[in-house]
């Protein structure tokens, strides 16, 4: 493990105590004292709307960016130097004048907010400030002020930044440049923000005006011709000739799943053979993580025909059929990059004693992952991200249960996040042998909910067939669902719309819910890739299940993007995991 993971799990992590009756209590580590604080605490200008805040959140130091979603923990380097703990080429220094008062802050590695930060008066409040503050009239009332310097581009910033970073805050957005509009009548980025902020706010009428004035500026501008074409078709220019086509109607891809599709998905699951065969270790080492000895086998297998790969991270001097297991399912991105091993996240969430507990990494069809300087490539498409993915997962477990023989096999808790989170619920819901599962912010389905900025899903995905989004182009997720749905439907013709439509609802873990386990969900309320909606459904679907069906906890984090907060969020999953496993 890295120097800064193995410094991220020392602070603020408490062990699985629960689980091992032989580890003793440890205290909490702590970078400061109160008092070394104080100095620190403040906020740093480093450019008008740009203010970096630097305080104490438990017994950490924390910097957080305006408009990030996520703050950054300080870990000293020396004399009023810190790196972040998280990323740690990002790195600041404190500077003081010659009277040893601290003036500024000089902040590198990361290019949104490199450069030199003046310490502001604490009773000086910025315009920023003011809106993430949701004091929005306040704000216009200083912008308006002859101590400040509004431009378009100053506004039009301001504005899709919040709507962009902070959803909720749509409302705030929208009052902000409307109090401007007459002044910029002829800026179309404006009428963009207002347009896009009524999306969010479900204020479709006063969006389609704001699209209409922005067509009157300029008649040619892609976003607005999309745009007009979804809300006022009627009235709107034809789509491109060069659109991608599919052989069905979109109205009957996102209709919401039928009782007899989703009795066809479970009677599919169960007829799988997920056996594996030619199981084989590739790849055995000795490692040290957080000072804890492990040994790390790279374990090939067979299944379907195509060659997997899978990592079982084995603590030294775990007995035969002790150590629990988690099951960590990793994310994916448009580009399907690697996944390196000590990228894992288990180990911080199960702190100073991760090395009683068994981590089983598997590699999906098509994925990548890596461990120093070797990749082990799992053959098959990783196009079947979720479905799939969930089968790659279930037959690793099943190659760990039969060639570890240090497992637990009634303490196994599956855990993932985004992707990896999905694949959590459905191992879940399909292998009664998960006794757990931790989700953080996985899509709970791919019909209704995975919209952003104001669109559904059907009509992101609409847009992204008319402008042909290669994977990570466009909208939300439009342009990974073509890549993991309708591929086939586009170049080649797969024209059953049962298949496809089967497909996605298997990998929509939202209509299966009866079957899982005990479960803990964490989700940001600002999440602009999985919204928020996701967590709402699922907690509403976990309270109609029957009484007796196993409990579930679920948080959702205010001011919290995709990545979850550290510590909290990983106190919760410990909490929740020494809970699970010392009740079996």
Not at 321 to 326: A, E, K
Not at 545 to 566: C, L, Q, V, W
Request: charge should be negative.
């Amino acid at each position: 493990m890295t120097e800064y993971k193995h410094r991220l799990i020392q602070i603020g992590i408490v062990g699985l105590i629960a689980i091992l009756n032989s580890c003793s209590t440890s205290q909490k580590n702590k970078l400061f004292t109160p008092d070394k604080f104080s100095e620190y605490i403040g906020r740093y200008a480093l450019k008008t709307d740009l203010i970096l805040e630097v305080k104490k959140e438990s017994d950490l130091l924390t910097l957080r960016p305006s408009f990030w979603r996520s703050s950054q923990i300080l870990d000293s380097i020396g004399e009023d130097k810190f790196s972040s703990l998280l990323h740690p080429q990002m790195q600041f220094e404190f500077v003081r004048d010659n009277k040893g008062k601290i003036v500024s802050l000089l902040s590198t590695g990361h290019k949104e907010i490199n450069g030199t930060a003046k310490r502001l008066d604490p009773n000086e409040h910025k315009v920023v400030e003011l809106l993430l503050l949701g004091n929005t009239r306040e704000a216009i009332t200083k912008l308006k002020s002859p101590s400040e310097e509004i431009s378009e581009e100053r506004l039009v910033n301001l504005g899709f930044n919040l709507i962009q970073k902070f959803p909720s805050k749509a409302n705030d957005a929208l009052t902000l440049v409307s109090a401007f509009e007459s002044e910029y009548s002829n800026s179309i980025d404006l009428q963009h923000v207002i347009a896009l902020g009524s999306l969010l706010i479900d204020n479709r009428a006063n969006a389609i005006t704001a699209f209409k004035k922005a067509a009157i500026i300029d008649s040619n501008n892609s976003l607005t011709k999309s745009s007009l074409r979804l809300l006022d078709p009627a009235n709107a220019t034809p789509a491109p000739e060069n659109s991608w086509e599919l052989p069905f109607d979109m109205d009957e891809l996102f209709k919401k799943p039928s009782p007899e599709e989703i009795e066809n998905v479970l009677a599919d699951w169960q007829a799988r053979d997920l056996g594996v065969k030619r199981i084989k270790i590739v790849d055995e080492q000795n490692i040290d993580l957080n000072q804890s000895h492990y040994t790390i086998q790279i374990i090939s297998h067979e299944i379907y025909g195509n060659k997997h790969y899978g990592a079982v991270l084995i603590p030294k001097g775990a007995k035969l059929g002790s150590s629990p297991v988690v099951l960590e399912l990793h994310g994916v991105d448009p580009q399907y990059s690697p996944f390196k091993i000590t990228d894992a996240e288990t180990p911080f969430i199960l702190g100073e004693n991760q090395a009683k507990v068994i981590i089983a990494i598997p590699s999906f069809r098509g994925n990548t992952f890596m461990i120093e300087d070797r990749s082990y490539v799992s053959e098959g498409s990783p196009t079947n991200a979720y479905d799939r993915a969930a089968d790659d997962a279930i037959a690793f477990l099943n190659v760990v249960l039969e060639r570890v023989p240090e497992v637990d096999p009634t303490r196994i808790s599956a855990f993932g996040k985004s992707r990896g989170g999905t694949v959590a619920l459905l191992v879940g819901v399909r292998d009664k042998r998960i006794s757990s599962v931790i989700d953080w912010a996985g899509p709970a389905e791919w019909f209704s909910h995975m919209g952003t900025f104001g669109w559904t899903l059907k009509e992101q995905v609409q847009w992204a067939l008319w402008e042909r989004w290669a994977p990570g182009n466009g909208w939300g997720s439009a342009s990974q669902y073509i890549d993991h749905f309708l591929v086939q439907s586009i170049e080649f013709g797969e024209s059953s719309l049962k298949k496809v439509r089967h497909k996605i609802l298997a990998s929509s873990p939202l209509y299966f819910l009866d079957s899982l386990p005990v479960a803990q969900l964490q989700y940001g309320t600002e999440d602009g890739a999985v919204p928020i909606s996701n967590a709402e459904a699922l907690q509403h679907a976990l309270k109609l299940r029957d009484k007796s069906a196993p409990s579930f906890e679920i948080y959702m984090h205010k001011n919290t993007g995709h990545d979850m907060p550290y510590p909290v969020a990983y106190d919760l999953s410990r909490e929740f995991l020494i809970k699970q496993f010392s009740n079996k």
